[in-house]
Each structure stands twice: as C-alpha cells, then as structure tokens.
C-alpha cells in the first residue's frame, strides 16, 4: 500500500518546484519598453515606481532597466513587438493601444503581444463648468439631447478622453457634444477655466488638481463640478461624487496600465514577471505612489487579463472607430 503522506509530500514539492515563486527567472537583467518620452503620463511614472519598488523591496535579484522610445507611440510598440522573446523584454503600454488600433493608426493590437500582468489603472470623470448650471448628470445628458452640438467638450481628437466622451453621449439618445482639439488633462484644464470649454472628461488625477483645494476638500473657486465617476466604487478623493452606476448607467471607464511581453515569450517568464508585479502593488512604496497620483491598484494576470481585454475592446472598438471620423 502507497504511503499517503509520502505521496503528498512528494506532490507539494513537485508543485512548489514548478511554482514562478521558485523558478529560475530572472537570470539577467528585465527590460521595459516605455513608448513615449520619460516622465510623460501616470504610466511611464507608475513603471519608474515599479522599478524602484522592486529593487528597493528586493523583489527578483536582478534589475529592471527602463528604455524610454520618443516620437509617435507606434514607433516604440512597433519595436516592443518585434523584440527578442527572451524572457527579458517587455513593454507597458495603457488603452490606447486599442484607440490606435480601432482608429488604423497601427496595424497590430494587443492580441499580437503576450499580455502580463495589469498593475493600476486610473478612472475617468465627467465635469461641467459651474457657469452652465448643470448640477447632476441627467441635467447635462438632457441638455446635450434637447440642444445638441452646443455644449463644447475639450479633448484629444481620437484619443481616450474623446472616446470617453463620446460613450459618455452615448448614454442619452440624441445627446451631443461639440468636441474641441484641447488635449489631455493639462490642456484642456486652461480652456475649460477661460469658458471656452463647458464639458470634460478629466482623470482622476485631474480631477483632483482642478477640483479641489490643496486641502483636499472642494475649490470653491475651481471653476469645475464633478458630475460622475466613472470606477467601479467611489473615489476617495472626491467620495461625494457618485458612480455612473449608482447613477443608473451601466457604465464604467478606466484607464488600464498592462505590460506585454513579445509573442512566444516562455511562460515562466511571463508567470514570473507577473508575480513580480504582484508583489511590488503590496508594497507600501507602491500603494502610497497609486494613492498620490489618484490610481488605483487592480493587478490581473492569465485568462482573467485576457478576458477583460477582450471586453474592453468590444466597447472601445466601434466608438474608437468613430471618433477617427470626426
């Protein structure tokens, strides 16, 4: 008769052997791919946080170096995507890998990539100037829907904060904004103080800055009314603003920061990229970047990743696509 304890005891080793806590990754040093100059946008600095995290928290014993590639963001994916799948490349990269694809500004996505792991994400808001009137949500969809094309709606033409808006009139039949070339967040904050903007869709992170005081309760003299959230729960920075969901509307928009890996990279590599990623978010270090610049930790790895992806793209894909043509 077999000894049952010996079996067992052999399975739990057999197991923690072929574990990614235990494998042999990395043995050299991991390259990441940021495809846009160094220190632009919550990403690149939540990746530089990654790094310090990691080696501070001597997470893996190898380091982690950071290749910045400027110029258009299809120049330094492009290159992510033709790397080496050697376990040691990798690249990050948030969703507007999939504006740019719906949008045929590139011609691959994220299904050409081995996707790895989700570390944070930040949400985005909607807000209306105080001078408008406009108090709730329904107000502002109302308006959009009996006069339409006469709110003006700053945001980067094509780009996430145009999608986001236009999924946003998308909840009202017949509501329309007029959308304007202000860009992101610091570019269209101006227009929308001077009153040549009415609506826009800040970060969370934006909204933060331009909405409340260096106290961190509201401005009263910020010229911005938060109408909606658009998390899955309320922000802590701003917790008397509602969801979209406690609003009614099955509607959710973050903005994710995923890291991909070349096509046929090994998978103890990816495995272990991603616990790696895994364990730097319960960092303290880490945990208290994200709640600084108003993100959110939301790790995801595996089928789980790939399956919201795939949702995201659904949603994104054909309101994407349209954006491109305004």
């Known amino acids: 008769m077999k000894n049952p304890l010996k079996a067992t005891s052999v399975g739990i080793i057999l197991g923690l052997l072929a574990s990614p806590v235990l494998a042999d990754w990395p043995e050299q040093p991991i390259k990441i791919t940021i495809p846009w100059k160094a220190g632009a946008g919550a990403v690149d600095q939540m990746t530089r946080q990654l790094q310090k995290t990691v080696s501070d928290s001597e997470i893996v014993d190898q380091p982690i170096t950071i290749f910045n590639v400027g110029g258009p963001i299809p120049i330094g994916l492009r290159q992510a995507k033709d790397h080496d799948p050697d376990g040691y490349n990798f690249v990050v990269m948030h969703t507007a890998m999939m504006t740019l694809q719906a949008a045929d500004k590139i011609d691959f996505g994220y299904k050409d990539f081995e996707p790895v792991a989700r570390l944070g994400q930040f949400c985005q808001t909607t807000s209306v100037h105080k001078d408008t009137g406009i108090e709730t949500l329904d107000e502002l969809l109302d308006k959009a829907a009996a006069e ?179």
């Open 148 to 326: 339409p094309n006469t709110l003006v709606h700053g945001a980067n033409l094509g780009a996430i904060n145009h999608v986001y808006g236009i999924m946003v009139e998308d909840l009202r039949e017949g509501a329309k904004f007029r959308f304007v070339q202000t860009g992101g967040d610091a570019g269209t904050f101006p227009e929308f103080k001077g009153g040549r903007v009415q609506v826009a869709g800040f970060s969370a992170a934006g909204a933060t800055n331009f909405a409340l005081g260096a106290d961190g309760m509201p401005d009263p003299e910020s010229p911005v009314r938060l109408l909606a959230y658009a998390g899955s729960e309320r922000h802590r920075n701003f917790s008397d603003v509602p969801t979209f969901h406690e609003l009614g509307y099955d509607f959710q928009f973050c903005v994710d920061g995923w890291y991909f890996a070349p096509k046929g990279t090994p998978n103890d590599a990816i495995d272990g990229f991603a616990n790696m990623v895994r364990e730097a978010l319960n960092d303290e270090g880490m945990q208290s970047f994200l709640s600084a610049k108003a993100m959110v930790g939301a790790f995801q790895a595996g089928d789980e990743l790939m399956d919201e992806m795939d949702r995201q793209w659904e949603a994104i894909e054909p309101i994407a696509a349209r954006a491109a043509k305004k």
